[in-house]
Every structure is written in structure tokens, then in C-alpha cells.
């Protein structure tokens, strides 16, 4: 394949003039047969380094991706393109699942994605020996490490892939990843040849600030008010991330919040109106991230402290993808080191208490002793802690460590789908629509046979972007129509389950490898510690270059533009050009509130004058009122 017939795929299908970065290495490299292990940040262009090689080979590329949404995102992508793709998730009818995998093994797409949790199904197995697979990609590949921040077991199993295929390539991408995980990622894989190909982290547009704040949510309005645009507010716990952007509402700023306990349609309506600018401010925990399409975020703010120098670069660098200056603005309040020894004993509880976990989970989900195996219950969290006394977060990791060990499989993300019967005839359903009905349910009957006989399960998203509503519209129009008795329906519904991997086991059998707690804990120790430096106040190094030393890249200079390096070059600038900018930006303001870029600052130096604004700001001489900057004394 040559360099030309690579770049018209891109210019076809994406309309983009050339490659960016590293992303013609890569798709040479695999185009080549090589196993490649891709390290590009957040907003590279990853998809495209799998996604125009595989439109030159002959064969169906196999996608192992985490989450279901990024599934679901990257296939109607591809569809609109034209490009024929499919996804299977375990919310999926047994016969639609057997549909897409006939048509794989025919040709019928040029794109599968899947969870690795497929990989334990014989019939997922059986299905795909018998497929063409040009190659294999594995999206967020760093969670194949153990001993990693967000370890998937189920990674563990792709590397049998190969004894089906073992001509095929192996793909691997991720955005973060240490010297250890680098070779980590190879080794589990089982790379033919080391083969990495890293695109530098370096951001020259982001400045990385860590700003001590006695109170931290008026770190967060000073910060609000100082930097206008779209925002990213990333916090630890549900409940603060709703509080919080309640505050934020009644103080007159936009704000909605985002976590993992919403509803499918709550979080895609809530994403929409932020990316389309309608709402300035996403409050957030870690769920909100993956897959997030919008270049113009000025301004990620941490409220928390992450576990992980590897998830902050991650959720920092969601900032200024575009190219302009962006902030990543990281609040401390003097209290991190006691948190993360309460947060180390919550996601390591003891062993005893762990085993205490697992047999009133049996109970709760009533699973007999020898008994359990595959079985998958409903589990309502909430209810399992008022009746058994446990707290939310150690119990959650409880789970977790049941799960990493194998005796679980515990997902909180899961969702079941919507179901839809038609309960009339065509001509009686078509006769009680409104006319603005009509196009959804066309576009129902043209995607879902056997409707009118028995209940199928639906996408809302799919048929919001093919009708031009929005999920919620659709949900309305649905429950409206339930409500005339023309159709059933049943809406989706935040689903954890837990799965038994095993038969059910006295507790006192119950134990945890040093591969799951002991190296997990220590592991997890390190990581904790890195983020403590990261944030030292009395730190002279600049902000940037730590970051990329963290990822094993020296940078050669200091950002410039880190709070660190202003506050070294602000200790350089003379007092008299200090006080002549400051003067000007008074005299400026005598007229009343001006938005910034109203203010004339020719022959300033950038470094000098975001110094003296600082400066003032902390002096109280002047203050932000939204994109307004004006002397507190004006009304």
C-alpha cells in the first residue's frame, strides 16, 4: 500500500488534507504487518491510525474498546461516513448478536467492536475463527496492566486472539503510559517485536497551574470568572459533583453535572447541550472523558485531587485541543495527604472485610453455597448498604478486588436498553400520529422487524440522530404514545450487575493475589506519591517538564506558561515595568468594565502581563465579573 492510497482514504472519508503527528507511522507500521503499539495524547487523532489501514485491507478490523458509549460513538461516526461497522454489547438480543456475527464472517462490515468480556463467550469464539481479520486493535491498551490505574481483567484474555490469527497484527493505542507500561502493554500482547511509536506529550498551548485556595469553591468562581469558555469542573464523589453545580447555577453561572450513575439519555442530552455551547460548565467525575468531542474547552478544573499523575495528564489535556491557550487549573486546600491515606485504606480494605463482602452479596442476591456459576443478578448498591450497614466507597472496591481476583464480574456502567412493542396495527398507529411523529416511527419499522409480535429492544441515540430530535424528544414522543395504549414501552434503566464467575465458596476460602492487593496497593502507593510532588507548593520545577518526565520524555526547556515558570520570571521583571503596565490597566478601567481583549496591551510582554493581572487580582485592585475585568470600586 502506498503513502498516496492511505492519504486519499483520508481525504475521502474525513476530508482532512494530510496526517497530523505520528499518525502516518503508525498506519505504515500496521499497514506493514507489525505489531504497534501506539502512545498518542488525548485529541492525537488514535481512531484514525486504525481506521484508515483497515479500509486498505481485505478483512474485518476486530476493535477491543472498555466502554459502551465509545462503541456506540465510533460506529454511527463511521456509518455516517459511509463506512459499514457494528458493535455487540451484552445488552444485545441473543439473535441480533448472531446477525452481526454471520455478516462479519460474510464481509459485511469493515469494522467490529467489542468489549473483551466477549472473549469469554464460545459462541463469540466459534464465530470469529471463521472471519477474515485483517487486524486486531485495542483501544485504551493500558488497561491490560495489573497493576495499572484502571485495570480491566478481561484485557488479560485478548492475547489468546492470536492463536486464531497468528499472522494478524496487534494494534495497541493509549494516551498515557509509563516506561513500565509500555513494555508491560507488549509483553501481555505478545508483541513479535518491540515496536513503539510515541507522539511527544509536550502542549505548548496548556498551562498547568496548581493554585493553594484556602476555600476551594471560591477558587473555582475566581478561576470561573478569570478565564472565560467552556469548562470542565472534575470531581471525586456524585454527590459533589450535583452540589456543586447547584452552587454554580445559583450564582448565575451554566453549569450540569455528569456522572456514572445517570441515565444513558440523561448523560447524552447533558453532553450535546455543553458541546453545543448551551451550557459553559460540565461538573464531573472520571466517567465524563472518553470519547469527548469538543477542541474549544478552555479550561479543566480539578476541585479534587486525582489518584494518578496518568489520570490527571488524561482529564487536563481534555484543555485546549484546538491549538489555543487553555488552562489546567488544579485546586489544593493543604489536605490532600490525609485524603489519599483515607482514599488508600478505602480502595484496599482488609481481607477479612472483603470476604464479609462476598458472602452477604450471596445472601443479598440469594446464591447457595456450590452454587452460582455464570449466574448474573441485578444489584441495587443503595439497597444492599442500608440493609448490611456498609459504606458506598469501601464497598465498591470490595467488589472490585472480588472482581480482579475472579470470583466477580462487577459492572456499574451497564445499562439495559429501551424495549418497544407496537400494540395496534400500521394503519391504526399511523392514523393517531401527529405529523411530527411520523419520521420516528418510520424509522422504528425500517430498523426493527417483529415489532408489531413481541418487545425489541431500541437505540434512542441512533434514532435521534436519524430523525433530527433529541433523546429526549424521543423519549416523550415514546412515553406519550405508551400512554395512548398504540405502543408498550419500557424505558431503559441504570442496571449494575454482578456476574458469578465461580461457584459459590465459604467466605474463609475466599483470598486475594499478590498480583490484586499487595503489588496493586503498592503500585497504587507510588502513584499517589507522584501526584504529592506534582502538587508540592515549594516546587521550583516547571509543571510541564515534570509531567512529561513522569511519561519517560525530557523536555529541553521550561513551558513558560505553568504557574511555576510565571512565578520565576515574575520574580525577573523589573518593578519599574511592574508598575507602568499596572497604571495602564488602571487608567484603562476609569471608563468602567471593559471585557479583556478590549484592553490595549501593544508592547507588553504575554509573561508580564498575565504577572501583573495575577497581582492585581490577589491585591483586590481589580476583579472579573464574567468576561468583564473592572476596579472593585465601579458599580
Known amino acids: 500500500m502506498q503513502e498516496k492510497d492511505y492519504l486519499s482514504i ?12 505520528i499518525q502516518r507511522e503508525v498506519i505504515e507500521s500496521i499497514g506493514a504487518g507489525r505489531d504497534t503499539l501506539c502512545l498518542m495524547p488525548t485529541g ?33 461516526a463511521l456509518r455516517r461516513r459511509g463506512i459499514k461497522a457494528a458493535y455487540i454489547t451484552s445488552h444485545m438480543e441473543h439473535e441480533m448478536v448472531l446477525t452481526i456475527l454471520e455478516n462479519s464472517i460474510f464481509g459485511a462490515y469493515k469494522f467490529l467492536y467489542i468489549s473483551p468480556e466477549r472473549l469469554a ?220 491515606s483515607t482514599r488508600l485504606a478505602q480502595q484496599f480494605p482488609k481481607l477479612d472485610y472483603v470476604r464479609e463482602v462476598y458472602e452477604m452479596l450471596c445472601c443479598f442476591l440469594g446464591i447457595a453455597e456450590g452454587d452460582g456459576l455464570n449466574v448474573t443478578r441485578e444489584f441495587n448498591l443503595e439497597k444492599f448498604c442500608l440493609n448490611y450497614g456498609y459504606f458506598p466507597n469501601t464497598l465498591v472496591h470490595a467488589l472490585d478486588l472480588l472482581d480482579k481476583a475472579g470470583y466477580i464480574a462487577y459492572r456499574d456502567e451497564d445499562e439495559s436498553s429501551s424495549r418497544l412493542r407496537i400494540n395496534v396495527t400500521r394503519t391504526e398507529l399511523f392514523r393517531s400520529l401527529y405529523p411530527s411523529d411520523e419520521r420516528l416511527i418510520l424509522a422504528v419499522l425500517r430498523h426493527y422487524g417483529g415489532i408489531f409480535v413481541d418487545y425489541v429492544f431500541i437505540d434512542e441515540e441512533m434514532l435521534s440522530r436519524e430523525t433530527g430530535k433529541t433523546t429526549d424528544e424521543v423519549y416523550q414522543i415514546f412515553l406519550r404514545l405508551s400512554q395512548l395504549h398504540l405502543i408498550s414501552f419500557i ?19 475466599i483470598s ?65 515595568a511592574y508598575e507602568t503596565l499596572r497604571l495602564h490597566i488602571l487608567n484603562q478601567l476609569r471608563e468602567g468594565p471593559r471585557n479583556s481583549y478590549e484592553l490595549d496591551f501593544a508592547g507588553f510582554e504575554a509573561g508580564l502581563l498575565e504577572e501583573v493581572v495575577d497581582r ?20
Open 10 to 21: 483520508l481525504q475521502k472519508y474525513w476530508g482532512y488534507e494530510d496526517f497530523r503527528g
Open 44 to 76: 492525537g487523532g488514535k481512531s484514525i491510525t486504525f481506521q484508515v489501514p483497515a479500509l486498505a485491507m481485505k478483512g474485518v478490523c476486530i476493535v477491543f474498546t472498555p466502554l459502551i458509549s465509545l462503541m456506540k460513538d465510533q460506529v454511527e
Open 121 to 340: 463467550s464460545s459462541m463469540f469464539l466459534n464465530k470469529l475463527r471463521r472471519m477474515e481479520v485483517c487486524f486486531i486493535t485495542v483501544d485504551e491498551a493500558h488497561c491490560i496492566c495489573q497493576w495499572g490505574y484502571d485495570f480491566r481483567p478481561s484485557y488479560l484474555e485478548i492475547s489468546a486472539i492470536r492463536d486464531y490469527f497468528p499472522d494478524c497484527p496487534i494494534l495497541a493505542l493509549t494516551a498515557t503510559a509509563t516506561k513500565k507500561t509500555v513494555a508491560d502493554i507488549q509483553q501481555k500482547l505478545r508483541f513479535r517485536e518491540e515496536n513503539v511509536l510515541k507522539m511527544s506529550f509536550t502542549r505548548d498551548n496548556l498551562a498547568y497551574i496548581v493554585q493553594p485556595e484556602d476555600e476551594i469553591f471560591g477558587g473555582i468562581v475566581r478561576a470561573l470568572q478569570s478565564i472565560p469558555g467552556s469548562c470542565i469542573i472534575y470531581t471525586r464523589s456524585r454527590r459533589k459533583c450535583q452540589e456543586l453545580a447547584s452552587q454554580l447555577n445559583d450564582l448565575g453561572f451554566s453549569a450540569t453535572f455528569y456522572h456514572a450513575g445517570l441515565q444513558s439519555l440523561q448523560k447524552n442530552e447533558r453532553q450535546e447541550r455543553w458541546r453545543r455551547d448551551e451550557i459553559r460548565i460540565m461538573v464531573a467525575t472520571n466517567a465524563f472523558g472518553m470519547g469527548i468531542d469538543k477542541p474549544d474547552v478552555r479550561l479543566v478544573l480539578h476541585a479534587d485531587m486525582p489518584d494518578s499523575i496518568e489520570a490527571y495528564f488524561q482529564e487536563a489535556g481534555r484543555a485546549g485541543r484546538d491549538g489555543e491557550k487553555a488552562y489546567a487549573i488544579l485546586l489544593t486546600d493543604g489536605g490532600e495527604r490525609k485524603r489519599m
Open 491 to 509: 424505558p431503559r434503566k441504570h442496571l449494575p450487575c454482578v456476574t458469578f464467575r465461580q461457584r459459590r465458596i465459604d467466605k474463609e476460602k
Open 512 to 576: 486475594l493475589p499478590a498480583q490484586v492487593y499487595e503489588e496493586r496497593r503498592k503500585h497504587y502507593e507510588e502513584r499517589i506519591k507522584a501526584m504529592l510532588q506534582y502538587i508540592e507548593p515549594s516546587s521550583d520545577y516547571c509543571r510541564s517538564r515534570l509531567l512529561l518526565r513522569y511519561f519517560g520524555e525530557e523536555a529541553t526547556e521550561d513551558c513558560g506558561i505553568c504557574d511555576v515558570c510565571k512565578r520565576k520570571k515574575g520574580h525577573s521583571q523589573p518593578e519599574e
Open 616 to 635: 492585581m487580582r490577589a491585591n483586590g485592585e481589580i476583579v472579573f465579573e464574567g468576561p468583564l475585568l473592572k476596579a472593585p470600586q465601579q458599580s
